[in-house]
């Protein structure tokens, strides 16, 4: 089984998914992204989905669990690169991928990223 | 080989002039333009019945691999008719044209047989009218593949994807928004967006003359793959009438930024966009 | 090899899940459907075959190329021998924002293809066919 390698730059954790997951894979990133995040105290994760041709509901939870898991360990998730026919199968699927924050590419997801590490520092 | 087959295999190996002409003039050509291309077309559909045959092809059944030639020739023949705006009634009488020399020259060669001679004639006729029963079922669906992609192309058409400035994107929606229109302005708006690297973009309805549910749902599953994509949405040119309707029906525009026009919604996709303008005296 | 006209492939692992994607995608660009056609079967068979091994306990795809009426077309059976669906009619219910994990995720599956169908009873195994034309 692969494992999606993690990687760290700065306060941010960055994974890119570039191949077609079996759903121990999914899981087992859940599990290695939650004990990064805990072990860093990494206040940003970036999940790169540009090469992700199908989003299936496993895929869809995953990303919706990574996302509540690491808001709990005070972490913003932001996915990024979703493909056009990814969203719309998305949409006719019925997934809302409810909570998970998404941006056109890593630029802008590194710019949310900022942001809601400025309004975190705020708001403490 | 069966007798029947026999006698289609030797009719059909006669020299080309004895059958190509006799049959161009039965199927009776407007102009030496259309006759030429007329030509063509037979020499061709000659050709591929004389290789299906002697590969042993039952002329009874169309169906099996030795006919599959002659079936994609068919096939060709019809859609080039449709695309020439002929109808399916000009093709088949062009197929069906092929017995008078089959016939003439079956005659022509059992002289002394009637039996011999009716049964081979009926294995001709059954065998040219699947022909043209071919051609006349592929016409039917090339013209209406030809349709449908006209009116793809129209429907592409009356929604262009406009950039209104850097990063802001437009959709003026004109007419009935049905799932059709929408799968369209999705997949168009969605990869210009990715493209152009666009945050915003604004989906003007002046043109959509009514909105229920349904089009509400249409126009709500357009703005949930724009936001999942990660840009924004602002829905413009809503009229006093549909956002009468909008509340009426308790329609649920989860919080998406709607203005009463285009310009509105311009303005407010600047400020979000952070562009400032400012005025000087000219 | 995905060029036969018609097949079987097995669902019995996690692999299987992702060998099923692969095999439909490979059937899918033959069919030459559009990108955005394209991702919805294989979405759908993803999800249909995720079912049949966790809900089923392992079962079969078979898929067929069809062709009518001047179109070509993809279908593909999900099949087991399964405990079968207890409610098939809850099944069918259309919520449109589920995606909570629980249910079979039918009604979104339905709406990603052209044809559907699915016929379960307790104890009689499942078996969910959908279909794409070109």
Same mark, same amino acid.
């Given at each position: 089984?692969?494992?999606?390698?993690? *990687?760290?730059?700065?306060?941010?954790?960055?994974?890119?998914?570039?191949?077609?997951?079996?759903?121990?894979?999914?899981?087992? *990133?859940?599990?290695?992204?939650?004990?990064?995040?805990?072990?860093?105290?990494?206040?940003?994760?970036?999940?790169?989905?540009?090469?992700?041709?199908?989003?299936?509901?496993?895929?869809?939870?995953?990303?919706?669990?990574?996302?509540?898991?690491?808001?709990? #360990?005070?972490?913003?998730?932001?996915?990024?690169?979703?493909?056009?026919?990814?969203?719309?199968?998305?949409?006719?699927?019925?997934?809302? #991928?409810?909570?998970?924050?998404?941006?056109?590419?890593?630029?802008?997801?590194?710019?949310?990223?900022?942001?809601?590490?400025?309004?975190?520092? *705020?708001?403490? | 080989?069966?007798?029947?087959?026999?006698?289609?295999?030797?009719?059909?190996?006669?020299?080309?002039?004895?059958?190509?002409?006799?049959?161009?003039?039965?199927?009776?050509?407007?102009?030496?333009?259309? %006759? %030429?291309?007329?030509?063509?077309?037979?020499?061709?559909?000659?050709?591929?019945?004389?290789?299906?045959?002697?590969?042993?092809?039952?002329?009874? %059944?169309?169906?099996?691999?030795?006919?599959?030639?002659?079936?994609?020739?068919?096939?060709?023949?019809?859609?080039?008719?449709?695309?020439?705006?002929?109808?399916?009634?000009?093709?088949?009488?062009?197929?069906?044209?092929?017995?008078?020399?089959?016939?003439?020259?079956?005659?022509?060669?059992?002289?002394?047989?009637?039996?011999?001679?009716?049964?081979?004639?009926?294995?001709?006729?059954?065998?040219?009218?699947?022909?043209?029963?071919?051609?006349?079922?592929?016409?039917?669906?090339?013209?209406?593949?030809?349709?449908?992609?006209?009116?793809?192309?129209?429907?592409?058409?009356?929604?262009?994807?406009?950039?209104?400035?850097?990063?802001?994107?437009?959709?003026?929606?004109?007419?009935?928004?049905?799932?059709?229109?929408?799968?369209?302005?999705?997949?168009?708006?969605?990869?210009?967006?990715?493209?152009?690297?666009?945050?915003?973009?604004?989906?003007?309805?002046?043109?959509?003359?009514?909105?229920? @549910?349904?089009?509400?749902?249409?126009?709500?599953?357009?703005?949930?793959?724009?936001?999942?994509?990660?840009?924004?949405?602002?829905?413009?040119?809503? %009229?006093?009438?549909?956002?009468? @309707?909008?509340?009426?029906?308790?329609?649920?525009?989860?919080?998406?930024?709607?203005?009463?026009?285009?310009?509105?919604?311009?303005?407010?996709?600047?400020?979000?966009?952070?562009?400032?303008?400012?005025?000087?005296?000219? | 090899?995905?060029?036969?006209?018609?097949? +079987?492939?097995?669902?019995?692992?996690?692999?299987?899940?992702?060998? +099923?994607?692969?095999?439909?995608?490979?059937?899918?660009?033959?069919?030459?459907?559009?990108?955005?056609?394209?991702?919805?079967?294989?979405?759908?068979?993803?999800?249909?075959?995720?079912?049949?091994?966790?809900?089923?306990?392992?079962?079969?795809?078979?898929?067929?190329?069809?062709?009518?009426?001047?179109?070509?077309?993809?279908?593909?059976?999900?099949?087991?021998?399964?405990?079968?669906?207890?409610?098939?009619?809850?099944?069918?219910?259309?919520?449109?924002?589920?995606?909570?994990?629980?249910?079979?995720?039918?009604?979104?599956?339905?709406?990603?293809?052209?044809?559907?169908?699915?016929?379960?009873?307790?104890?009689?195994?499942?078996?969910?066919?959908?279909?794409?034309?070109?």
């Amino acid at each position: 089984m692969d494992r999606i390698p993690i *990687l760290r730059m700065g306060d941010t954790l960055l994974v890119t998914i570039q191949v077609d997951m079996q759903d121990q894979t999914a899981l087992a *990133l859940q599990d290695d992204l939650a004990n990064r995040i805990a072990k860093t105290g990494a206040s940003g994760v970036m999940i790169d989905i540009s090469a992700l041709e199908i989003v299936d509901s496993f895929v869809g939870r995953m990303l919706t669990s990574i996302s509540g898991i690491a808001r709990i #360990l005070s972490a913003t998730t932001v996915v990024v690169g979703m493909q056009p026919a990814v969203a719309i199968t998305l949409v006719e699927l019925g997934l809302s #991928l409810e909570g998970v924050r998404t941006a056109l590419n890593v630029e802008r997801g590194m710019e949310l990223l900022r942001r809601a590490r400025e309004e975190q520092s *705020l708001g403490h | 080989m069966k007798s029947e087959n026999q006698a289609i295999h030797t009719v059909l190996g006669a020299d080309d002039a004895s059958i190509l002409e006799p049959w161009l003039d039965e199927a009776g050509a407007q102009d030496a333009g259309a %006759r %030429r291309t007329m030509q063509a077309e037979a020499t061709e559909l000659l050709r591929l019945l004389r290789a299906a045959v002697a590969e042993g092809g039952d002329p009874t %059944r169309l169906d099996g691999p030795a006919w599959a030639p002659v079936q994609d020739g068919l096939q060709t023949l019809s859609h080039a008719r449709a695309a020439r705006g002929q109808s399916a009634g000009d093709t088949s009488v062009f197929v069906l044209a092929l017995k008078k020399p089959l016939f003439q020259l079956l005659q022509q060669q059992m002289p002394g047989d009637p039996a011999a001679l009716s049964s081979a004639l009926w294995s001709v006729t059954a065998l040219v009218d699947k022909l043209a029963q071919r051609t006349v079922t592929t016409f039917q669906h090339a013209r209406e593949e030809i349709i449908r992609r006209q009116q793809e192309e129209l429907l592409e058409l009356s929604t262009p994807v406009i950039k209104l400035w850097e990063g802001v994107l437009a959709v003026p929606m004109i007419g009935v928004l049905d799932s059709n229109r929408t799968q369209i302005v999705m997949e168009a708006l969605l990869q210009k967006i990715v493209d152009t690297e666009s945050g915003l973009a604004i989906i003007d309805i002046t043109g959509v003359p009514t909105v229920d @549910t349904l089009v509400a749902q249409h126009l709500l599953k357009t703005v949930s793959a724009i936001r999942l994509m990660g840009a924004d949405c602002i829905i413009s040119g809503i %009229r006093p009438q549909i956002a009468q @309707t909008i509340v009426h029906l308790g329609i649920d525009l989860q919080g998406i930024n709607t203005k009463a026009t285009l310009a509105d919604a311009l303005a407010l996709a600047l400020t979000k966009t952070g562009w400032r303008i400012t005025r000087s005296p000219v | 090899m995905a060029t036969e006209p018609s097949g +079987t492939l097995p669902i019995a692992s996690e692999q299987h899940i992702v060998a +099923t994607r692969q095999t439909v995608r490979l059937l899918c660009q033959e069919l030459k459907l559009s990108l955005v056609d394209q991702t919805k079967m294989i979405t759908a068979a993803s999800e249909l075959s995720r079912n049949t091994l966790i809900h089923g306990g392992g079962g079969w795809m078979r898929w067929e190329t069809l062709e009518a009426n001047g179109r070509r077309g993809l279908r593909l059976h999900f099949e087991d021998e399964g405990p079968g669906i207890p409610d098939l009619k809850l099944a069918l219910t259309d919520g449109w924002t589920s995606g909570s994990g629980m249910g079979l995720g039918l009604p979104g599956s339905k709406r990603l293809v052209n044809e559907f169908n699915v016929d379960s009873a307790p104890g009689e195994g499942t078996r969910v066919s959908i279909t794409k034309w070109k």
